[in-house]
């Protein structure tokens, strides 16, 4: 596992689900949106985010690939699903950062789901199972 992400996690992370996210991995470097502004819009965040070559982790469904087109920053990750409480969202994005796809995050999005990543690049989409 060599591929370390740099992370920027949006202002809808709660505290306690930031400190498990960080807690996940030491694969992470991780800034809070809330340590550099705050109250800023979606496009702010992602502009923020491509400035310092980071992937932003969001819980908000509207950031996706409709709204910033792929490869205009490094990726978004989207933790999304039926389930959103924060035990089970950091599980599902360890999952995900152990299941050896976590570089298809670059230049991509992906919705983390509690058993599937759907990952949307630029020509392609495919699903890959969490187990």
């Given at each position: ?14 505290a306690p689900l930031a400190k498990m996210l960080e807690e996940s991995s ?42 910033f087109r792929i490869c205009t920053h490094p990726g978004i990750i989207v ?48 699903t890959i199972p969490l187990v």
């Amino acid at each position: 596992m060599t591929t370390k992400l740099k992370l920027l996690l949006d202002e809808c992370v709660t505290a306690p689900l930031a400190k498990m996210l960080e807690e996940s991995s030491g694969i992470l470097t991780i800034k809070l949106v809330s340590q550099v502004m705050s109250g800023v819009d979606d496009v702010s965040v992602v502009r923020f985010a491509t400035a310092e070559d980071r992937i932003v982790v969001t819980t908000e469904t509207g950031i996706n690939h409709r709204k910033f087109r792929i490869c205009t920053h490094p990726g978004i990750i989207v933790l999304c699903g039926k389930h959103r409480h924060e035990a089970i969202q950091a599980e599902t994005f360890k999952k995900f950062m152990l299941s050896g796809h976590r570089k298809k995050a670059v230049h991509a999005v992906i919705f983390l789901s509690q058993d599937q990543a759907r990952v949307k690049t630029l020509d392609s989409e495919e699903t890959i199972p969490l187990v």
